[in-house]
T-cell receptor
Framework: DTEVTQTPKHLVMGMTNKKSLKCEQH?????MYWYKQKAKKPPELMFV???????INESVPSRFSPECPNSSLLNLHLHALQPEDSALYLC?????????????FGDGTRLSIL | EDQVTQSPEALRLQEGESSSLNCSYT??????LFWYRQDPGKGPEFLFT???AGEEKEKERLKATLTKKESFLHITAPKPEDSATYLC????????????FGKGTTLSVSS
């Protein structure tokens, strides 16, 4: 079992739907991340939150909207997605500081867009 | 351009047949190198962090080493349960929060 919990595990939605992915960690980490992973590809960074503030947006389309309500929670709001957005969405968290600390991943949400 | 390259893409071993996976990197100022294991349908599981050339870390049948240009993940006497995709990643920003991953090596160990 991982210490980063993601819900739901699977999500099927139409292109006009609005849904949200949720991520929770209780390790006291102050950095949280969203990644997108397509089949047989490595994870690709989407967003980074540091101390609950958005610090990196890797030019992600606006149909993906992240939110960090507090230091333990991270959401990804989805609206008007395209079929090519079907992928595994991974959440991760890490401590901040020097030296750089490893990121710990959840098991992801498998998203399918109809 | 910052880049991480892993080889081979796929590796098939017999149980007990030791081998090594390679991760070469080109980044301006290494701020750590991370190894992960990923099983199908799961998120990456953290294995090791290496910070400086010459550093080595071990865990069960796995040993990770680091030079100035590459890292190796040595697998000694592998078992079928070691079958997975192994990913390496390096941070490319000062804060260490933006990771780029190699494409991974998919290891299959047969009994």
């Amino acid at each position: 079992d991982t210490e980063v919990t993601q819900t739901p595990k699977h999500l099927v939605m139409g292109m006009t739907n609005k849904k949200s992915l949720k991520c929770e960690q209780h390790m006291g980490h102050r950095a949280m991340y969203w990644y997108k992973q397509k089949a047989k590809k490595p994870p690709e960074l989407m967003f980074v939150y540091s101390y609950e503030k958005l610090s990196i947006n890797e030019s992600v389309p606006s149909r993906f909207s992240p939110e960090c309500p507090n230091s333990s929670l991270l959401n990804l709001h989805l609206h008007a997605l395209q079929p090519e957005d079907s992928a595994l969405y991974l959440c991760a968290s890490s401590q901040q500081g020097f030296p750089n600390q490893p990121q710990h991943f959840g098991d992801g949400t498998r998203l399918s867009i109809l | 351009e910052d880049q991480v390259t892993q080889s081979p893409e796929a590796l098939r071993l017999q149980e007990g047949e030791s081998s090594s996976l390679n991760c070469s990197y080109t980044v301006s100022g290494l701020r750590g190198l991370f190894w992960y294991r990923q099983d199908p349908g799961k998120g990456p599981e953290f294995l090791f962090t290496l910070y400086s050339a010459g550093e080595e870390k071990e865990k069960e049948r796995l040993k990770a080493t680091l030079t100035k240009k590459e890292s190796f993940l040595h697998i000694t006497a592998p078992k079928p349960e070691d079958s997975a995709t192994y990913l390496c990643a390096v941070p490319i920003n000062q804060a260490g929060t933006a990771l780029i991953f190699g494409k991974g090596t998919t290891l299959s160990v047969s009994s």
